[in-house]
């Protein structure tokens, strides 16, 4: 088991390059390290009695209500959005409790996973249910964020090149509110990023290996700063 295990979260717009910077510096890390999506599968294979013991029964509770109904909602409706961000936060937990992983790298994490639920939904207070995002991050104090940015119509080009791809925005690829909606993502990332000092910015619109460099550095502070 790893004495401490460090989260490295990536988030920004869709076609931002976040799982792309993920598998590059993964394959560049020489650290004990895994991906989210690989620790994900890990989890759901661990013993059931471990389950238990690293999720509290609320969220356990909830994560099975919500099962229930994800088959009624399209693949990226409200009820999947919730289920995701809840299976999120218990790996997270289980990552810090019971991980033998130094570094954990995840290219749709806590706050991807809030900032698309409130994307797919009408809420009045927008600012209030921010605030509440805001609460939850800060008890997860291993969790370092890196914000991909990115020019909005080089993102909108990518996500038209990537092909078919299960999102909110493949949904309106072909709509005159693309943009829009786009721009409204970005205001609800840069609303988060106001209140948090855990988050670095990368420019993911410069060139793979310049990102990846400039990357490096701030992961070999994070290291220096934690060991």
């Given at each position: 088991m790893a004495a401490y295990t460090q989260i490295i979260e990536f988030f920004g717009v869709p076609a931002c390059g976040k799982s792309t910077i993920v598998n590059e510096i993964l394959d560049k890390d020489n650290s004990c390290s895994i991906k989210y999506n690989e620790l994900t599968k890990e989890f759901l294979q661990a013993s059931l009695i471990k389950k238990i013991l690293s999720i509290p029964l609320n969220q356990i509770f909830v994560i099975a209500c919500l099962g229930l109904y994800i088959e009624l909602k399209k693949s990226n409706g409200f009820c999947f959005r919730m289920t995701s961000l809840m299976k999120t936060i218990v790996v997270y937990r289980y990552s810090i409790k019971f991980s033998k992983y130094n570094k954990v790298y995840v290219d749709h994490g806590?706050?991807?996973?809030?900032?698309?639920?409130?994307?797919?939904?009408?809420?009045?207070?927008?600012?209030?249910?921010?605030?509440?995002?805001?609460?939850?991050?800060?008890?997860?104090?291993?969790?370092?964020?890196?914000?991909?940015?990115?020019?909005?119509?080089?993102?909108?080009?990518?996500?038209?090149?990537?092909?078919?791809?299960?999102?909110?925005?493949?949904?309106?690829?072909?709509?005159?509110?693309?943009?829009?909606?786009?721009?409204?993502?970005l205001k609800r990332f840069n609303f988060i990023i106001n209140d948090q000092k855990r988050v670095v910015k990368i420019d993911t619109s410069k060139p793979l290996k310049e990102t990846i460099s400039r990357l490096q550095v701030y992961l070999n502070q994070l290291n220096y700063e934690t060991n």
């Open positions: 806590l706050i991807q996973g809030f900032v698309s639920l409130i994307g797919g939904n009408t809420i009045n207070n927008t600012a209030k249910y921010l605030e509440k995002t805001n609460y939850i991050l800060s008890n997860y104090p291993n969790v370092q964020f890196v914000f991909c940015q990115i020019n909005l119509y080089d993102a909108i080009t990518r996500l038209k090149q990537r092909g078919n791809h299960i999102g909110r925005f493949n949904e309106i690829i072909e709509s005159d509110e693309l943009y829009e909606e786009y721009d409204s993502e």
